[in-house]
């Protein structure tokens, strides 16, 4: 610790720095050239100005999910610069050991890891639920009034059918507000319609829709109004909520109670319980990144093969990379808990990392 925060220590930290800033530059440019060109390419006679703003919009989360990567060419170019100018032969004739050279990249990368989750997971977040709204009110020619066509969802069996329409969804994705249901039911093989019902709320429970403050409409008869009414449903409550809430609208601070109150609603949240815990662990991740840039640019130039050391140290972080998508699809089809599938690849990533240091050091 004392190390870290010496003149030397903060030195390699200003470097790991400047080079993740550098290698941030670069993936920036790198998303708002491919990501502008890919909303001028999905949503049609948009201009450029405007899939400009929804590529801005989209920016932080790009940002979050890219950070691992441009932390680990950071802390690759960072140490390389010091092997290159002969720094880093100097400080090791000086005695400097390997460990020391990790321990300030991975405090970069676990600072920078506790800021992403804490301050830019949250703008993200924001910003990526303006997006999704943007986005569809620009397919949908309607501008800031797209809004008003609500939402639509359908559940039934063989006897009928009910078409649900809603102005709004709230946040936990399973209340709708100003619900309108239709019913049809089979006749002659045929779809006719019975009666009508309008809520002010309906909250979807396990097997039944709660109502309430309704209207019930039926051809030839009066309307009739019901403080509560309950309706059977075939939809699922998990289903419908990941339909309407994705986790990426959610921030760090706004997960645990959404996780809470599905679990009290009778959900499953497994895809919310797994991106929490990928957050928990994403100072780790970062980390662990920057220890494995610093670990494979610690080769001597002298000595050679520093670019078949480099591309390793990318293959390990693709690898780390495609091992958490892998783990987090068995976590989605509940085979493993989401909190191992969550921390077994920063975890596996700081064993590579700790075990080419000490093959470096004492191998």
Do not use: C
């Amino acid at each position: 610790m004392n190390f870290l925060f010496s003149r030397l220590g903060n030195y390699i930290i200003g470097k790991v720095i400047g080079g993740v800033a550098i290698a941030l530059v670069a993936v920036l440019a790198a998303i708002l050239l491919i990501d502008m060109v890919e909303q001028m390419r999905t949503v049609t006679d948009i201009g450029t100005l405007e899939a400009l703003r929804l590529t801005l919009l989209k920016t932080p989360m790009l940002v979050e999910q890219t950070l691992p990567f441009v932390v680990l060419a950071g802390a690759m170019m960072a140490i390389t610069g010091l092997n290159r100018s002969s720094e880093l032969v100097a400080m090791r004739a000086a005695g400097v050991s390997a460990w020391r050279f990790l321990a300030p990249s991975a405090f970069v990368g676990a600072i920078l890891g506790l800021i992403a989750i804490t301050a830019l997971n949250p703008l993200g977040a924001q910003f990526y639920k303006a997006f999704e709204a943007e986005r569809e009110d620009v397919r949908a020619g309607l501008g800031a009034e797209a809004g008003a066509n609500g939402v639509w969802i359908r559940q039934g069996d063989p006897q009928g059918q009910v078409v649900i329409h809603a102005d709004g969804v709230d946040s936990s994705g399973a209340v709708l507000q100003g619900a309108t249901f239709l019913f049809f039911e089979v006749r002659d093989d045929t779809l006719r319609f019975t009666r009508r019902m309008r809520a002010e709320r309906a909250e979807l429970k396990r097997g039944f829709w709660q109502l309430t403050d309704l209207v019930e409409a039926t051809p030839g008869s009066r309307p009739m109004r019901h403080a509560n009414l309950a309706i059977p449903t075939t939809l699922d409550a998990s289903e419908l909520v990941n339909r309407f809430v994705t986790p990426a609208t959610l921030s760090f601070w706004e997960l645990p109670f959404f996780i809470r109150e599905a679990r009290a609603a009778g959900f499953a949240p497994t895809r919310y319980e797994l991106r929490w815990q990928s957050l928990l662990a994403y100072p780790l991740l970062l980390a662990v990144m920057a220890g494995l840039g610093a670990a494979f640019s610690l080769q001597l130039q002298r000595l050679g093969n520093l670019a078949k050391w480099g591309a390793m140290g990318v293959g390990i972080g693709l690898f780390l990379f495609f091992y958490s998508q892998l783990a987090g699809a068995f976590a989605m089809t509940q085979t493993v808990p989401a909190v191992v599938a969550a921390w077994s690849a920063p975890l596996a990533g700081m064993f590579i990392a700790l075990a080419i240091v000490a093959f470096l050091e004492d191998g």
